[in-house]
């Protein structure tokens, strides 16, 4: 029965110059369900949601609430509408304190004048009820990523939104956050709200999803129950084709020293006497993938950014193809041996408004074959962008001239990968580099890493995901509080294991040399 379904939209269009986003997409949401929305980067899941929300207006179709039609032209609208929204990448003011970040544009005044404690009171309410810890009167600026996404529900609890959506929750959590974060919509799912959820990760519909909307290319595929479905069917409907979840590897074969990293010290920003790095040493080879495995926030930002010229040690020193760069600058250490895929790529792999073709050719664009006398050279860019984008299968509805701020974030991240890999560094540093891709996209994205291995590349990878570290690594270094507390390879560990040490349960394993 319609009775059934608290969200209808029905046949939704909605276009792009140079691509049609939604192609009669058709979405039924039942009330009190976790719906998961599982589709590529670029497939328009997200695009779908933004029309939700009342962000963007379609150009056909039409969205019910209870069966009966309603026009959802702003936030605003979807807000009255009981809809509420955690977008992929939180929009929250970052000097505001938590508490006034929550209440922005939903104040309880008087005379002008904003009762906080009244919200306070309200929202402490919210917190107690749902299990929700979070100190309101910190600015956001100093909490962590996951206090940032608790920030952002509480946003849509405050507002009593009855429907919930989620934009890839879980891309910039921690594992334990991330199965928090399952617990808490399981509770919201009892409580009689109802959630759609955004998510590449397969293992995540599995557990916390009731149903699932599959999307390819702009286009409905299928809903299906959960309980009827495994991974497999689930990629194979995404994606289109079988896919690979666990790549065979060729026996790692070790060459010469390319990295080497000697009692590095880095201190921390903040006044504390704990450094961010503690006098850390190791070497990556030739020919092998070494990864630096912990929960966020021990000191991989900081070790990356050591490495790679963004941020100046304390203590120790770094060599690259045995040539000291402790204090050499950027371009040097990228000239002579690194490529790096940065953890935030929006703050240090892109210039967004910039189109995708100077993008591919941020690090480049001097060369000889990107410029004639000191000017740039458009038609080699624009050439070179358009194969980059075909060998990556990088979606963007102009290719080459789409401004980079209106792609995908998956896409937007195999197009740094895709210039990265193709510069042909001796070491690739590579900062999560499947956040936020699709389990086809992941399976391309391991498979060139390893192929870049068996080529004698020598690969330092940071992850959080521990399936991906499990399935790529050579070696396993884990990280915890600054320190490397044991060494690894896949075969001489488990998931459980690496878990125990990440959280500083147990240190002091290492592989013998």
Same mark, same amino acid.
């Given at each position: ?56 207006e ?44 929550i ?48 920030a ?20 910039v ?46 286009q ?16 194979e ?77 304390k ?13 050499s ?41 990107? #410029?004639?006398?000191?000017?740039? *050279?458009?038609?080699? &860019? ?5 194969? $980059? %984008? =075909?060998?990556? +299968?990088?979606?963007?509805g ?18 740094i ?10 070491l690739?540093?590579?900062? #999560?580099?499947?956040?936020?891709? *699709?389990?086809?996209? &992941? ?5 060139? $890493? %390893? =192929?870049?291995? +068996? ?18 690594s ?21 998931v ?6 990440m ?11």
């Amino acid at each position: 029965m319609k009775d059934d379904y608290i969200i209808e939209m029905l046949n939704i269009t909605k276009e792009f110059p140079g691509i049609k986003a939604n192609d009669n997409v058709t979405l039924r949401l039942k009330r009190g369900e976790i719906h998961a929305l599982l589709g590529e980067n670029g497939a328009g899941k997200s695009t779908l949601m933004s029309v939700l929300f009342g962000l963007y207006e379609p150009e056909k179709g039409e969205i019910r609430k209870n069966g009966k039609r309603v026009k959802i032209k702003t936030p605003n609208d979807a807000t009255s509408l009981g809809i509420g929204m955690v977008h992929q990448h939180f929009r929250l003011v970052e000097v505001f304190t938590v508490l006034d970040n929550i209440i922005l544009g939903a104040e309880t005044t008087f005379f002008g004048f904003i009762k906080r404690k009244k919200s306070k009171e309200k929202l402490e309410s919210i917190m107690k009820k749902y299990g929700i810890s979070l100190d309101l009167y910190k600015k956001v600026e100093d909490i962590t990523v996951g206090m940032q996404q608790k920030a952002e529900i509480l946003k849509m609890l405050y507002r009593d939104n009855e429907i919930l959506i989620f934009d890839e929750p879980t891309a910039v959590l921690t594992h334990n956050e991330t199965k928090e974060l399952m617990k808490t919509m399981k509770s919201f799912r009892n409580e009689g709200k109802t959630i759609l959820f955004i998510t590449h990760k397969l293992d995540e519909i599995m557990e916390v999803s009731d149903r699932v909307t599959v999307m390819r290319k702009g286009q409905y595929v299928g809903t299906v129950e959960t309980k009827d479905v495994n991974k497999n069917i689930l990629s194979e409907m995404m994606v289109g084709r079988p896919v690979e979840m666990t790549l065979r590897k060729k026996k790692v074969n070790t060459g010469n020293s390319v990295l080497s990293v000697k009692n590095l010290t880095v201190a921390s920003e903040k006044k504390s006497n704990k450094p961010k790095v503690d006098n850390v040493s190791f070497d990556v080879k030739e020919g092998e993938i070494v990864c630096i495995a912990g929960i966020d926030g021990n000191g991989q930002s900081e070790l990356t950014g050591a490495i790679t010229g963004f941020i100046k040690p304390k203590e120790g020193t770094i060599e690259l193809l045995g040539k000291d760069i402790t204090d050499s600058a950027i371009r040097y250490r990228n000239e002579l041996g690194i490529s790096h895929i940065p953890e935030d790529r929006h703050k240090h792999g892109l210039v967004l408004d910039f189109p995708l073709q100077y993008n591919c050719v941020l690090l480049s664009y001097f060369k000889n074959e990107f #410029q004639h006398y000191g000017f740039i *050279d458009k038609e080699s &860019i624009r050439s070179y962008a358009d194969d $980059l %984008i =075909e060998r990556y +299968d990088v979606r963007s509805g102009e290719g080459a001239s789409t401004i980079t701020r209106s792609m995908s974030g998956g896409n937007q991240q195999k197009a740094i990968i895709g210039r990265e890999i193709d510069r042909n560094k001796a070491l690739i540093v590579a900062v #999560q580099p499947t956040r936020g891709l *699709d389990v086809g996209a &992941i399976e391309g994205i391991h498979r060139t $890493l %390893i =192929e870049e291995r +068996d080529k004698g590349k020598a690969i330092l990878l940071f992850s959080l995901e521990l399936s991906e570290v499990m399935n790529l690594s050579d070696r396993i270094l884990v990280i915890h509080e600054g320190k490397i507390k044991g060494e690894f390879t896949p075969e001489s560990t488990n998931v459980a294991e690496l878990g125990l040490y990440m959280s500083g349960a147990k240190e002091g394993k290492f592989l013998d040399k």
